[in-house]
């Protein structure tokens, strides 16, 4: 990737796109705008906490409904943002998300992940294409509590 | 907003004047250099905290001599930074701030604000013209116990 | 310093250089990849923790092969990072970093630090010359415990 205007365009571009769904998780009430951050055919993926895959507009959308239902405080903090790769209409980022929540049963959530995310270039601007997270420490017991409705 | 060199820059300028107010509070000493980061009619609403509201470098001035006397540490992060509307000499930017201290009678605080400010473009820069912030998670009750002087 | 594309793509690179060595000091597992972060005759100085001082690749390869020995986890978050001189081939920078850590042993650590970095543009990029670090809120026992080697 060579350092040019162009890279720090896309750079700030991506940024903003995964930005974006830390508004529309945060938000916990708007499923439509959380789905224009993914691309139809989106897979999210949340193997990496042991918990379910969903696949597409739909899946998401049902996880998402649940959610907001759960939780009553979402507060997602960006940091370490990196581009892995970046291609024409593709684009590989990381960055580390400092989770907290508070569920309506007021169960407190605070976790450290690492998202790793593949990003599609559309006419409406980069959409998440592909979401994984994986620990980057020891993860709360509380997690499996609040989220495992598989 | 389009996204060019311009946009860029001005982003750049005004992520830098939130993260120079940070090290204004968190320097706990300097009141010339926390007003350097206002315009002198300024308005720092603290309403989102149920706190008061002051206007002016005057008022702004008071406020944080008293602040500065109470804490003996400080430290505000800054991430999620949003441009959230960018005009010739006016901008709108969101943030998220993780705000912690320990006041001199051994309190500690940790709050998570999202900030909301406008800023103005003057002769020296980027100013902070509307300043307020509001808990995105359920506040400690210490934050009142030690900010409460009203 | 002026604020251009030529600064924006110097702060771009800076900061991808800090994030490498978080990267490095995280992954918890490859030497030469940490040492790739340094000049040679790097100054890597935690005075500023009540720590020794390193000088050199192999003083600070022989840190880090006991750090990396010792921590099951590891995750350190920038935020606020701040370019405070930059010339042709050298630069300060400073930036909050959240240090979170789990011992092999189960001693948890969560430190607030500032950093404080000087960096030299070499034939592959920006790389730490000088490193040092300083508490921004109060320090925890657990740090001098896992820590103190010397």
């Not at 571009?13 to 769904?21: D, F, G, M, Q, R």
């Not at 993926?45 to 042991?50: A, K, N, R, T, V």
């Not at 969903?54 to 939780?71: L, N, P, R």
């Not at 599609?120 to 609040?146: C, H, N, Y």
């Amino acid at each position: 990737m060579e350092r040019n205007l162009e890279y720090l365009l896309e750079k700030c571009a991506l940024e903003e796109a995964l930005l974006k769904y830390c508004t529309a998780v945060d938000k916990l009430s708007d499923i439509e705008f959380m789905l224009s951050c993914f691309t139809e055919d989106a897979v999210f993926d949340l193997g990496g906490l042991q918990l379910p895959r969903y696949v597409g507009h739909k899946e998401i959308a049902a996880f998402f409904t649940q959610v907001f239902k759960d939780m009553s405080h979402h507060a997602h903090l960006v940091t370490n943002f990196r581009v892995e790769s970046l291609a024409k209409d593709a684009a590989d980022v990381k960055a580390y998300i400092t989770g907290m929540g508070r569920s309506k049963a007021g169960i407190d959530i605070l976790v450290y992940v690492r998202y790793d995310l593949r990003l599609r270039k559309t006419s409406q601007g980069w959409k998440i294409s592909f979401f994984s997270e994986e620990p980057i420490m020891p993860m709360p017991d509380s997690v499996l509590a609040v989220h495992d409705k598989s």
